[in-house]
């Protein structure tokens, strides 16, 4: 994480293991990086593994970049280093998605 300016922050998430078990590239317990960057006010650039793209969709709360692209992540990453109010509106918007994932929701969703 990088302190871009006043009152914002910048979170890259990189991952690219090898695939885990329902083929997808990634690594465990990325969901819970991504809440918490997203509460503390960062705009997330990720990889496309570990179910990103469950939680970000991509210009709309988070960009997502293929595994393995560097050119894609420093684009991504200078966009958002530039741009605070887009960095502040992804970290509002991914905070409301991932309101979706609390525990209470999921036991609603199973009574």
Sequence with gaps: MRRCGPGGTLA???CGGPPGPTGRLGARG???TWTTLARA???????????A??????EENGLIVPVGDAEAMTSA???????????????VACTEVLEQFTWSNAVERFE
């Design 53 to 58: 793209s469950d939680i970000i969709t991509h």
């Design 12 to 14: 890259v998430v990189a």
């Design 41 to 51: 006010g960062c705009g997330v650039v990720s990889t496309d593994c570990g179910g």
């Design 77 to 91: 990453v200078v966009r958002l280093l530039r741009d605070e109010p887009l960095r502040r509106s992804f970290a």
């Design 30 to 32: 990325l969901a819970e």
